[in-house]
């Protein structure tokens, strides 16, 4: 009896144990679940995320025949080594007519300088010498009409005295006529009246000389008055002219020398200088190439600022923000890196692609958008330098 009851406990217990195992086994996996999607939850991550970092492209900045190409892809260069060298010799030459043209605008500032102080001493010349020759020429006036005023009273005396002389006459000839004034008293008188009349007619040839001379001086007046109006009317515009002169020969002088100065910069470009440090990951030019302006010759990729673009989904962005803390691991090391949260993205990249979807026609499915978020590496970690951009990296943001 006691032994079929055993068995029959047996039995019970072998049935229970399943049971038992079933409920500690859900029990762990629904604790476990528990845990791990509380730990889901302070945390996002993405495999859509890759080293990203600046691209330079380094171009040509003249037009030549390339003489040296010295370095190959996957080099380091150092900022402001020569990566490359132009033919020179045509801007040496350049180079050189600049700086003739430039010696040239020189000289003929040096000419034109004393030209204005050369006009304005010419102009004040000009000036006195004119107003000396009119001061002259009134004078020369005065004095004629001093003359032709004591010439016509020379003929008015001549005049009367002539009048005086011809009544004599009449009166001498009666006279003589009935023999009261010897013959000889009126011929004299005669004589006299005759001299007389010719002084008159002297003086009346004086007074019509005088009379010339005084239109003539006041013409010479005229003139030196012209003259002198001229010279004060010039004066200023001559010395504008020559000081306008000299500024566009200086003018010219800074053409000059900004030619120069471009003749400069060229002749630097024949020497392709790295603008920054980085590794040469594309080489486009070889000895001999004759290469044009704005030609692409290198592209450049730089190490020293190097960055994570991880594109997350707009259900990710929820809790994030500036300045978390991140883990990331990348595919080319055995390790993981830290960063911080950079900043946040200014629009989806469906929206910043080539062709943006338009949602407006067609029938409109909603899909969950990506986007940019930058995470900025934590400086000097081990490993840094082996990262290049383009590597996959997978980042999580610790929420909190």
Known sequence: MAVAETETTVKAKSRRTPIVVALIVGVILLVSGLIFWRYSLQYESTDDAAVDGHLVSIESRIAGTV?????????????????????????????????????????????????????????????????????NASAAVAGAERDL???????????????????????????????????EQFDSVLAQARALQAQVDSERASVEAARETVAQRRAQRAEAQSRLDQANRLAPRQVAASRAMLVSKQAAAEVARAHVDRALLDLSYTKVIAPASGIVSRRDVEVGNTVSAGQELFSLSRLDDLWVTANFKETQLRRMHPGLRVEIKADVLDATLMGHVESMPAATGAVLSLLPPENATGNYVKVVQRLPVRIRFEPNQKGLERLRPGMSVEPKVWLQ
């Open 67 to 135: 003489i040296a190409v010295n370095f190959e892809a996957n080099q380091a260069v150092t900022q402001g080594q020569a990566m490359a060298e132009i033919d020179p010799s045509d801007y040496q030459v350049a180079l050189e007519e600049a700086k003739a043209s430039l010696a040239q605008a020189d000289a003929d500032i040096e000419v034109q300088h004393p030209n204005i102080p050369i006009t304005e001493t010419s102009s004040a010349t000009n000036i006195a010498t004119g107003g000396s020759q009119l001061d």
């Open 149 to 183: 005023a004591g010439t016509e009273a020379r003929l008015r005396e001549a005049e009367a005295n002539n009048s005086k002389a011809q009544v004599d006459v009449v009166r001498y000839r009666a006279l003589a006529e009935k023999d009261e004034v010897p013959r």
